[in-house]
């Protein structure tokens, strides 16, 4: 069970890494109970390492975005996309009534624009198996060639205040749309790929 009495509100867990951790949350979603789960320089794996933790707050809503440290690393895009869908996975079998919000790797610097993509168009297809959310945040932060829009950093990695509230304008109204989808408490059921099981 999630601690929101069946209306969908309720604690908002804010999961990934430095670009979640650096919000000032309680501003840019003023009434939201937000738990913040960002931790700096976590990559895929480290998230599904804590997961848990994140599991156990008892959220009534998800938000992740998660998969940009994986690429200075040097991780492919398959793991990437691998290790988020483990995590949709998990937080759907673990939090049956929760709503869940799966959200694009951010734009960057534009020599990583095409792994981004790869990963994002990816788990947009993947996320509805879910019954999760997608927010695609690409539109609002990205040049057309994939940079990180300089208004918005000054690294072209993290955000400055006017990319919070970029992202913040995009995030509003993507909780709210996943508030309203009906809870997903039935088994998830696999597509039906025409082949035999």
Request: charged share 25%.
């Amino acid at each position: 069970m999630t601690d929101d009495g069946g209306s969908g509100r309720g604690p908002l867990a804010l999961v990934g890494d430095s670009l979640t951790q650096g919000g000032d949350w309680e501003s840019l979603l003023p009434g939201e109970d937000v738990r913040n789960f960002g931790v700096a320089g976590d990559t895929t794996d480290d998230v599904i390492a804590r997961l848990w933790d994140v599991i156990e707050s008892r959220p009534a809503t998800v938000a992740l975005l998660v998969g940009t440290n994986d690429l200075a690393w040097r991780r492919s895009v398959e793991h990437v996309v691998r290790n988020v869908e483990t995590m949709l996975v998990t937080l759907r079998k673990e939090l049956p009534e929760g709503r869940i919000l799966a959200q694009s790797v951010l734009p960057r610097g534009r020599e990583f624009a095409d792994q981004i993509r790869d990963i994002n168009r990816h788990l947009w297809q993947f996320a509805p198996t879910v019954h999760a959310g997608w927010l695609d945040l690409w539109p609002a932060l990205a040049l057309p060639d994939g940079e990180l829009n300089p208004t918005f950093t000054e690294d072209r990695l993290h955000l400055n205040e006017a990319g919070y509230r970029a992202w913040a304008a995009e995030l509003v109204p993507a909780i709210e749309r996943v508030r309203q989808l009906p809870p997903s408490s039935r088994a998830i059921q696999l597509p039906d790929l025409g082949g035999a099981a």
